[in-house]
């Protein structure tokens, strides 16, 4: 209940008219106190109100009147009160609501337990922020249940109260959480309960409890359609499961992928995942182009001219036989197939289109995979994050191997001691040594460049080589397999000068070793693009320029290349880590057991990668070999790790790391081999003697004579309308690009309000902690104090009144200071709560408590005080007299504490705010008080002038207090819509 | 399922598959390891829901807990009576919230429990050292591991109380972006 009534008491319609369910709603309750105190509220000190229900059970006359009256006092129990009632939740359903008779004995004689209620009540005004959503409340609630938090609830029972209170507080919480439950959609819901941290039981009671609340809901409605509708869903559910089950089953290497992150942690695991994932891709890419563009062509045309002999040598080269097949561009044919009858098949769209789908397909699933890790994964690097992260979230759970785990223990210890000493030998570093550091900086990156530029160049020249070599060919073998030398030296190039760039890493020194690992990364991808971009310049230049039929040499080309980095990933992971292992535990021990360099090897599959995309125009089932690679490659991979390999040193991190190779499997490797498709396809001429696009000037037109032929059909007028003012005007695309960088700077503005957002909520967790500590700290002095005279819970009505003053005294002390502290707290605009459970809590209850206490003593304190002479004398009860002087002095509280808080800034009067309402519910419940006497109106000679009076008096406070919280409205709206709340109850008053 | 006996009737498998990550496969899956814990005492029919609990000798043999440093502590969260013992229902939570598919809200609270080896709902020096032990199998002389406490205190405390809350705790695992694919066991 605390927390309901900000969420949906409120806007709850059942609060408007609740004086008129209420009636009905009582029974259940009734039952349970039965009657046995006949008039509960016989005295002002009896100022009893505890359960709204019960003032129904007033015996006679009082019946009425509290129906009408009371029934529209709105205090902090109403907003769940009515609610509990209003939905009818079948009883059985209901948690019981366990008053004992202890219970009600305690509070039926004392005067604390308005404040009781209050004090529970008083958390929602603090709590509201956090409230807005009922996801984030669910959360609280799950994790006060499981009792997470139990600072709250520990509190609580500081505070004295008893455990059945502390009971009832939960079940009412376990009802609003049923409650928001049914609320939401059935999707909804299922994630909401899957995400409660509670025990499988708990969480099936829950399920259990909606389930029966909904169909008991429904079954007051039209069954008819609720039956369809509920077996519709529940297939539809079903039916979903069974896809993710079939998912599941479909799903590769589950138990090797287990077996790996066992033994090599979550690092090394996502190097298998990032293949897998490409693995799908080119799955993806085959199943389309062997459907669209393969299929077709075969059977139209299945006869293979068998002129060229097989020769083996042909798996290497990609020459000779397989140019006639269809693994290539000139093996396709450009007519139109299909018979008369039949709708034709036109071999160049289906080509073109094909390709750009698949391309457009891959961008996205690239864009969206991106995006999401990157909201999920990447964040900021913090640089003070170091000890208490690597203690408390670097352990890998997944790790189940034991030698595994006790090397992570090894590498665990090894780093904290490098940071305690890091932290010394960095600080102390002099001038010199960071100018060598500079130096060594420099050099590395021009050698790395400059080694870069050497292998671009001579891979250049090497193509020139070959350019000619292949015209002088006279199809001998010998000629044939010099075609391999330059994807052999490619190749090889791509083996040592990573290596050769790993041994920068004895060099250069970096603060950070998370540094290294990207600069590494970022001179890999250089060398890779810069080979790459040398290749495509003399394909679609000079190739393109000399063969007849050049797209096929493209082709062979990737082939070749494609199969050489095959073969060298092998050789490399096999003879390199095999090796090393070799040499390290046997040979030369200092150099160890060598790592799994998990850059390098995912570098090389979006090298592999890049070659596919690029290839799958000039030889559309180049994806088969992709596939067959990547598979060998993922065993091979996984038993060269499991024989030769430890895993990395420096883990962590690792979900950074995959978010980054997405990001350049996107920009340099996606981006660039759409560009030079879309280059080719738009400008390069293709080849006259083969292929679907011969005889056309480019291949996009195709496109235009598709769209061409269509203006003759008078159902296609739409296509060719969009393809000649959207696809071809610029004007479109300027308005997109436009449109598309408005948008990116909206977004960036946004993200630069939430970093100030996010600094300014991490500021306000560090003033919540000081604030607790505060309170709690003022809590146990006022405890200490209260050793000294009885309980006050259960002996405050027997309590001498003249004893009273010391607990007024240090309440407003206490009271006094907190605000000082929620004064000096506001600077920051803060004090508002932050969702954050465990300190909101405390320091409401603590609040709450100060201000119960505060109230009694005050109530208490004036008990005696004579009354003052212009309030005529026309024998109002003492009841009435406290409350209005605990307004006045409330009142002049509020002016005496506000005069400090600079006006004309509207987030520092928070605090002050809080107070405010915090005073009018303190006021309210005084005149709830005051308005105890009239109840039995046979003690009152004329009951209605000081009636009237303190009507007026309440009215005119009111006014004063609407006027003063108007000014503060605008900051916070969760505090308005709790103002406008108290506004109501006022007015119904 | 199929031509064998019925483990579990299909309110159950909803019950199971509204109330956590997991499929009727890995339900079964699940229950299947379970079984393979205690043959003797973990019947093949669940569909009267016996109230089986295996304590933790039995459970930490598990080849996914046996190696993990905070396999006893794991247990006794996610156990009904703290003490380690597991019924079914537990170990399936305990497997669910450590599983891919739960949020990190879900994983930073039971993280967060698992951390707390005293139960005060901080996470205090005490309990750091406790954890750091866990890790480096004592390799760490106990100044140095003081140092190590005192400092990851210091630089997780947002609200200086010398002890990590659960909002200091999760203000870090913000910051710490391995947490939910670390924080997971497969089955």
Redesign the interface.
């Known amino acids: 209940m605390s927390y309901y009534n900000n969420s949906g008491g409120y806007n709850n319609p059942a609060y408007h008219d609740s004086d008129t369910l209420q009636i009905d709603r009582s029974p259940p309750r009734k039952s349970q106190h039965g009657n046995p105190h006949g008039n509960p509220y016989p005295r002002e000190d009896g100022a009893v109100l505890r359960e709204r229900s019960d003032l129904h059970q007033l015996p006679g006359g009082g019946q009425t009147i509290s129906d009408d009256a009371q029934g529209r006092v709105p205090w902090g129990g109403l907003q769940e009160e009515s609610w509990r009632g209003e939905d009818c939740l079948p009883v059985g359903l209901l948690p019981p609501q366990s008053e004992s008779p202890q219970w009600q004995h305690d509070f039926s004689h004392s005067g604390y337990q308005v404040d009781q209620k209050a004090h529970y009540d008083t958390t929602p005004l603090v709590r509201l922020p956090s409230t807005t959503s009922g996801h984030v409340s669910m959360?609280f609630r799950g994790?006060r249940k499981?009792s997470?938090?139990?600072?709250g609830e520990a509190a609580l029972c500081n505070l004295g109260l008893s455990e059945d209170d502390v009971k009832n507080e939960m079940d009412n919480e376990e009802e609003n959480l049923i409650k928001e439950l049914v609320a939401m959609s059935t999707r909804d819901r299922?994630k909401a309960?899957?995400?409660l941290?509670m025990?499988?039981?708990d969480?099936?009671h829950i399920?259990?409890q909606v389930l029966v609340f909904k169909s008991f809901k429904k079954s007051q409605k039209w069954n008819c359609f609720a039956d369809c509708s509920k077996t519709v869903t529940l297939s539809f559910r079903r039916c979903g499961?069974n896809m993710?089950?079939a998912g599941?089953?479909l799903e590769l290497w589950r138990g090797t992928?287990?077996e790996v992150?066992?033994k090599f942690?979550?690092g090394v695991l996502?190097y298998f995942k990032f293949l897998k994932w490409l693995l799908m891709f080119n799955i993806f890419s085959f199943l389309v182009n062997f459907g669209f563009i393969t299929i077709p062509q075969l059977v139209s045309d299945p006869v293979i001219s068998a002129e060229v002999n097989f020769k083996g040598l042909e798996l290497l080269t990609g020459a000779g036989y397989f140019n006639q097949t269809v693994l290539y561009y000139g093996g396709y044919s450009n007519e139109s197939q299909g018979t008369e009858n039949k709708p034709e098949y036109n071999m160049q769209l289906a080509y073109f289109f094909t390709i750009a789908a698949y391309m457009l397909l891959c961008g996205a699933a690239l864009i969206y995979s991106m995006a999401r890790s990157f909201r999920?994964?990447?964040?900021l690097d913090?640089k003070?994050?170091?000890?208490?992260?690597?203690?408390?979230?670097?352990?890998?759970?997944?790790?189940?191997?034991?030698r595994?785990?006790?090397q992570r223990?090894?590498n665990?210890?090894i780093q904290?001691?490098e940071?305690?000493s890091d932290n010394i030998r960095l600080a102390l570093l002099p001038l010199s040594d960071r100018l060598k550091h500079y130096a060594v900086f420099l050099g590395t990156w021009l050698l790395s460049t400059a080694v870069a530029v050497g292998c671009g160049a001579a891979i250049y020249f090497l193509c020139q080589y070959e350019k000619e070599a292949v015209n002088k060919s006279s199809g001998s073998l010998v000629d044939e397999a010099s075609t391999l030398l330059l994807p052999f030296v490619v190749s090889l190039v791509n083996l040592v000068v990573p290596l050769f760039y790993s041994l920068f890493r004895k060099i250069e020194v970096y603060s950070n070793p998370r540094m290294q690992v990207y600069v590494i990364i970022l001179r890999n991808v250089i060398l890779k693009m810069s080979i790459l971009g040398i290749l495509c310049y003399y394909w679609v230049t000079d190739v393109a320029e000399q063969f007849p039929c050049w797209e096929a040499v493209v082709g062979q080309g990737l082939y070749r290349l494609v199969v050489m980095d095959f073969l060298f990933l092998m050789l490399g992971s096999f003879f390199g880590e095999f090796l090393s292992n070799v040499i390290g535990t046997n040979c030369i021990q200092s150099l160890g057991v060598p790592e799994f360099d998990i850059a390098r090897n995912v570098l090389d599959l979006i090298y592999a990668q890049t070659l596919a995309w690029i290839g799958i125009y000039f030889s559309p089932l180049l994806p088969v070999i992709q596939i067959i690679k990547f598979f060998v490659l993922f065993y091979l991979k996984k038993v060269s790790l499991t024989r030769n390999c430890q895993p990395p040193r420096r883990a962590?991190?690792?979900?950074?790391m995959q978010?980054i190779f997405i990001a350049i499997l996107f920009f340099p490797s996606f981006v660039g081999a759409v560009s030079l498709l879309a280059y080719t396809v738009w400008t390069i001429p293709p080849s006259e003697s083969c292929g679907p696009f011969r005889g056309l000037n480019t291949t996009f037109s195709a496109v235009h004579i598709w769209i061409h032929d269509l203006e003759d059909v008078n159902s296609a007028r739409w296509t060719v309308w969009v393809f000649q003012h959207v696809i071809q005007s610029e004007i479109f695309y300027f308005l997109i690009t436009l449109i598309i960088i408005v948008f990116i700077y909206i977004f960036w503005q946004i993200t630069q309000g939430r970093k100030q957002l996010i600094a300014l909520l991490?500021q306000q967790?560090?003033n919540?902690?000081?604030d607790?500590?505060f309170l709690l700290e003022k809590l146990q002095d006022l405890q200490k104090s209260k050793h000294s005279k009885p309980k006050p819970k259960k002996e405050t009505g027997n309590r001498p009144e003249n004893e009273s003053s010391p607990g007024l005294l240090q309440a407003l002390l206490a009271r006094q200071q907190m605000e000082e502290e929620e004064g000096r707290s506001s600077t920051f605009g803060v004090s508002m709560p932050?969702d954050?459970?465990?300190?909101t809590t405390s320091s409401t209850m603590v609040h709450a408590m100060l201000l119960r206490q505060q109230a009694d003593s005050q109530a208490g304190s004036y008990r005696g005080v004579p009354f003052p002479a212009e309030y005529p004398a026309l024998s109002p009860t003492s009841a009435l007299i406290q409350a209005m002087q605990a307004r006045q002095m409330a009142e002049s509280e509020d002016e005496h504490h506000r005069t400090p808080v600079p006006s004309q800034n509207p987030v520092n009067a928070l605090p002050s705010t809080m107070i405010q309402v915090m005073q009018a519910r303190q006021r309210a419940q005084l005149e709830l008080d005051q308005d105890e006497p009239y109840r039995a109106p046979d003690s009152y000679d004329d009951p209605i002038l000081p009636t009237s009076n303190a009507m007026m008096q309440v009215m005119q406070a009111r006014q004063r207090a609407e006027e003063e919280e108007e000014s503060y409205r605008t900051p916070v709206s969760p505090w308005l819509a709790q103002q406008q709340l108290q506004d109501k109850y006022n007015d119904r008053y | 399922m199929g031509n064998k006996q019925t483990i579990f009737t299909d309110e159950q498998f909803e019950?199971?598959?509204?109330?956590?990550?997991f499929?009727?496969?890995?339900i079964l899956r699940l229950h299947g390891r379970f079984h393979e814990l205690a043959p003797h005492l973990v019947p093949m029919d669940y569909t009267n829901e016996p109230d089986i609990r295996l304590p933790p000798t039995l459970t930490v043999t598990m080849?996914?807990l046996?190696?993990?440093?905070?396999r006893q502590r794991i247990v006794e969260v996610f156990s009904?009576d703290g003490q380690g013992n597991l019924s079914f229902?537990?170990f399936?939570?305990m497997f669910?919230?450590?599983c891919e598919m739960a949020?990190r809200?879900?994983k930073a609270?039971?993280?967060?429990?698992i951390?707390d080896f005293n139960g005060d709902?901080f996470?205090c020096k005490e309990d750091?050292e406790k954890?750091?032990n866990r890790?480096?199998?004592g390799?760490?002389t106990p100044e140095?591991v003081s140092?190590?406490?005192s400092?990851?205190?210091e630089?997780?405390d947002?609200?200086?109380?010398s002890k990590?809350?659960?909002?200091?705790?999760?203000?870090?695992?913000?910051?710490?972006?391995?947490?939910?694919?670390?924080?997971?066991?497969?089955i």
Not at chain 1, 376 to 379: E, P, Q, S
Not at chain 1, 836 to 839: A, G, I, L, V
Not at chain 2, 23 to 26: A, Y
């Open positions: 959360r994790s499981m997470l938090f139990p600072v299922i309960i899957r995400d941290p025990t499988f039981a969480k099936k399920r259990g499961a993710t089950l599941q089953t992928m287990k992150g066992g942690g979550t996502s999920k994964r990447f964040v913090d003070a994050s170091g000890g208490a992260w690597q203690l408390l979230c670097t352990w890998d759970f997944n790790v189940t191997n034991e595994a785990v006790r223990k090894n665990l210890s904290l001691k940071s305690l962590g991190r690792a979900a950074q978010t991490r967790i560090v919540e902690g000081k607790k500590a932050s954050r459970s465990t300190s | 019950a199971y598959q509204d109330c956590t990550f499929t009727r496969k890995e080849p996914e046996k190696e993990n440093p905070f009904e229902n537990d399936v939570d669910s919230a450590l949020p809200e879900l609270i039971y993280a967060f429990k951390y709902n996470l750091l954890t750091l890790l480096t199998k390799e760490l140095e140092l190590v406490c400092k990851a205190i630089e997780a947002l609200d200086g109380d990590l809350s659960f909002s200091d705790f999760e203000n870090m695992i913000s910051k710490a972006p391995d947490f939910l694919s670390t924080f997971h066991i497969r």
